[in-house]
């Protein structure tokens, strides 16, 4: 029982993780778009 409530946390936590990042990832892509795009922000 413990064993899997360790596995179900855990993946929820490098859920939230990647998801962060992706979000992070998404922000730096729109900086480097409206730099090189200027007329697009």
Do not use: P, R
């Not at 929820?12 to 990832?25: C, D, E, R, T, Y």
């Amino acid at each position: 029982m413990s064993i899997v409530f360790y596995f179900k946390t855990n993946f929820i936590h490098f859920n939230m993780l990647v998801a962060k990042s992706a979000v992070k990832n998404l922000k730096i892509l729109t900086a480097l778009f409206c730099y090189h795009f200027s007329a697009a922000c």
